[in-house]
């Protein structure tokens, strides 16, 4: 059972139950503020180990010992008096009447609002570009890496998409980290370490998230409607860090994969730095309207 706590009468609702919205859901939960995601009937999240969007595949998923359910809205209020974070299959957020939300935050990462209002509750925030804090919600959160990451923005927009994901390097031969110390320069593998789809179709998995893989190692197919299989080969040796799961079916482009070159087999199953950014970011700016909804000031509110 969950023990009481000053949020009880507070509940947060994410939409989206991705690795980033993940983040977030862990840090909230984590500082005893309850919290309900909504995710697709088939999720199309690639880091799964540290979703809790795999609970729609798997009944559960534990994420750094937080476990995540499936459930229906009629179940939120058990599961989380069992200090459990519910997800439903809701993409439309259809059960939002009956959950009542204190606040709502986007988490899907679309790169575009997909039907966010600052009338979904008292306190609205979004991830990352496609929204205008003060318009669209009351913050939006920077996802893009760099010195303003995790930053919670009260007026205007976050940094727009770049369409290239967030460089890690490649360690320098003899080395296990990227930082290109001793070894010479590392390479920046941004673009190549996320995998796409070559063609329409279904995975086939070969590998695991957590395996290592060589440069040009199958990691798996993709089987098209003919039966002909399209072979999937690691670009460099990494970690398999995100493997869609083998039931979504593939459009070509669709990122279905994600590999690190930093070699350690435990980053695939942490939540990743960015997330724990952003995670603060909107912990940030969900205690920031909490405290500030009332004319009592924080330190009365905290009983100091």
Request: glycine share 12%; net charge negative.
């Amino acid at each position: 059972m969950r023990d009481e706590h000053p949020f009880d009468d507070l509940l947060v609702l994410i939409k989206g139950a991705g690795d980033l919205a993940t983040g977030v859901a862990w840090r909230l939960h984590r500082c005893g503020i309850p919290v309900v995601m909504t995710e697709l009937p088939q999720p199309l999240t690639v880091r799964r180990t540290v979703a809790f969007a795999q609970a729609v595949y798997d009944e559960e998923h534990e994420v750094e010992d937080v476990t995540a359910r499936r459930a229906l809205a009629a179940d939120v209020p058990d599961v989380l008096d069992a200090g459990e974070i519910p997800v439903l299959v809701d993409p439309e957020m259809d059960a939002i009447d009956e959950l009542a939300p204190s606040a709502v935050v986007d988490a899907i990462v679309a790169k575009c609002n997909t039907g966010t209002t600052l009338e979904c509750a008292e306190f609205v925030a979004a991830l990352g570009p496609g929204f205008e804090a003060g318009v669209d919600c009351h913050a939006v959160i920077e996802t893009n890496r760099g010195p303003n990451l995790g930053r919670a923005i009260w007026e205007g927009w976050a940094e727009a998409d770049t369409g290239t994901p967030g460089a890690i390097l490649t360690p320098p031969t003899g080395q296990e980290s990227g930082e290109g110390n001793d070894g010479g320069p590392a390479e920046d593998v941004s673009a190549a370490r996320v995998l796409r789809a070559p063609v329409a179709g279904r995975l086939h998995a070969l590998a695991r998230i957590g395996d290592r893989l060589e440069v040009g190692a199958p990691y798996g197919a993709v089987v098209q409607a003919s039966g002909e299989e399209t072979p999937l080969l690691a670009p460099f040796s990494g970690v398999l860090r995100g493997l869609i799961h083998e039931s979504v079916t593939l459009q070509p482009g669709l990122k279905i994969g994600d590999i690190d070159p930093r070699g350690d087999p435990e980053y695939a199953f942490r939540i990743s730095d960015k997330s724990l950014a952003v995670g603060g970011g909107v912990l940030e700016a969900f205690l920031h309207w909490h405290f500030g909804r009332s004319d009592d000031s924080v330190t009365e509110e905290l009983g100091f």
